[in-house]
C-alpha cells in the first residue's frame, strides 16, 4: 500500500501566481519530509525538507508546510515562473527506522508564461 | 559535475543480455541506494547499503544483483531481464542512516530498454 501520496498529477499555473503542490501520507512514524524537483531525463533534485518538529520551513520561493495532525504537507512556491515546470516529488522518512525513504507518484507543474 | 553520476545513461539489452548499470558518488556519503522509476509510479525503492553492506532488498527479483565494492561506488548487475523492466533506474546516497537532515541526493537516472 502506498504510503505517501500526490493525488493530483499535473497542476497548471500562471507566471507569477502561487503554486499550491500537495502530498498526504499514512504512516504516523513519519518525521523527516522532502520535496524533490525532476526534469525531464534528469534524476530528481533535492528542493527543501521539514522535520517533524516544525510546521514550517522557507527557502526563498519555496516554503513547506506541514500538518501532522492531517498527516499532510504542501509545497508553495510563489512566485511561479516557468522555469519551475517540472515534476515535484514528496517523500517521507521514519528517522527512527532506518534509511528508507517513501515517495509519492508526482506532481506535474505547468507555470504558463 | 553532479555529486553522483551513473552510466550509461542509456541501455538497450536483449532479454539474454548480461549488462551492468554504474553508480559513483563524489559526497563522501556512507549510504548508497538503488530506485526504480516506472512511468506513472513512485519511485520504488530496490537496495540500500549503509557502509558497504546491504542493508535493504525490497523483495527486488534475482535477476537484479547489486555490488557496492566501497562507499563510493554501487553497481545493478542486470540478467535475463523482461520487458516490463524497463524503467528508469536511479542510483542516490545520503550521508547516514537514522539522522535528522539525511537528504537523499540522486544521479540523472540510467534508462534502460530490455527488447
Known amino acids: ?22 502530498c498526504d ?37 519555496f516554503t513547506v508546510f506541514l500538518n501532522k495532525s ?31 525513504f517513501y515517495f509519492g507518484t508526482g506532481t506535474s507543474l505547468t507555470v504558463i508564461p | 559535475e553532479t555529486g553522483v553520476t551513473q552510466t550509461p545513461r542509456h541501455l538497450v539489452m536483449g532479454m539474454t543480455n548480461k549488462k551492468s548499470l554504474k553508480c559513483e558518488q563524489h559526497l563522501g556519503h556512507n549510504a548508497m541506494y538503488w530506485y526504480k522509476q516506472s512511468a506513472k509510479k ?34 545493478l548487475h542486470l540478467h535475463t531481464l523482461q520487458p516490463e523492466d524497463s524503467a528508469l533506474y536511479l542510483c542516490a546516497s545520503s550521508q547516514t542512516q537514522g539522522k535528522p537532515g539525511n537528504t537523499i541526493y540522486f544521479g540523472e537516472g540510467s534508462w534502460l530498454t530490455v527488447v
Not at chain 2, 549503509?50 to 544483483?65: L, M
Open chain 1, 70 to 100: 492531517a498527516k499532510h504537507l504542501s509545497l508553495h512556491i510563489v512566485p511561479s515562473q516557468p522555469g519551475d515546470s517540472a515534476v515535484y516529488f514528496c517523500a517521507a522518512s521514519d528517522l527512527n527506522t532506518g534509511n528508507q
Open chain 2, 42 to 75: 513512485p519511485l520504488e525503492l530496490m537496495f540500500v547499503y549503509n557502509f558497504k553492506e546491504q542493508t535493504e532488498n525490497n523483495s527486488v527479483p534475482s535477476r537484479f544483483s547489486p555490488e557496492c565494492p566501497n562507499s563510493s561506488h554501487l553497481f
Open chain 1, 1 to 22: 500500500d502506498q504510503q505517501v501520496k500526490q493525488n493530483s498529477p499535473s497542476l497548471s499555473v500562471q507566471e507569477g501566481r502561487i503554486s499550491i503542490l500537495n
Open chain 1, 25 to 61: 501520507y499514512t504512516n504516523s512514524m513519519f518525521d523527516y519530509f522532502l520535496w524533490y524537483k525532476k526534469y525531464p531525463a534528469e534524476g530528481p533534485t533535492f528542493l527543501i525538507s521539514i522535520s517533524s518538529i516544525k510546521d514550517k520551513n522557507e527557502d526563498g520561493r
